[in-house]
Nanobody
Framework: QVQLVESGGGLVQAGGSLRLSCTPS????????MGWFRQAPGKEREFVAA????????YYADSVKGRFTISRDNAKNTLYLQMNSLKPEDTAVYYC???????????????????WGQGTQVTVSS
């Protein structure tokens, strides 16, 4: 049974930082991209960042480029999202997700990710 378990959300003031973690289990993810999405109330789920698990190649949405960093620690089998210079518009539930390399072509399309975590709330106050 595949599980993705996120942690690290919380409340932070604008300009602050948070680090999210995601621990996948239940299978190997060598042939997967691991990504972060977010969903604010009343909005669609939005791509944030992704990394190819085996090679560490990273991809970012323009809205977070230069502020967020996605990384993975293969030894700890953990995915991270370091979020700096947070803004109130970053407030959302953040989800960890996994996408098979052979599925589709778009890293930013949520429907191409086959596995999802339960989400963790990030709230940025102004």
């Amino acid at each position: 049974q595949v599980q993705l378990v996120e942690s690290g959300g919380g409340l932070v003031q604008a300009g602050g930082s948070l680090r999210l973690s995601c621990t996948p289990s239940g299978r190997t993810f060598d042939n997967y991209y691991m990504g972060w999405f977010r969903q604010a109330p009343g909005k669609e789920r939005e791509f944030v960042a992704a990394v190819r698990w085996s090679f560490g190649i990273t991809y970012y949405a323009d809205s977070v480029k230069g502020r967020f960093t996605i990384s993975r620690d293969n030894a700890k089998n953990t995915l991270y999202l370091q979020m700096n210079s947070l803004k109130p518009e970053d407030t959302a539930v953040y989800y960890c997700a996994a996408k098979d390399l052979r599925t589709g072509r778009s890293l930013s399309t949520a429907s191409e990710y086959g596995y999802w975590g339960q989400g963790t709330q990030v709230t940025v106050s102004s």
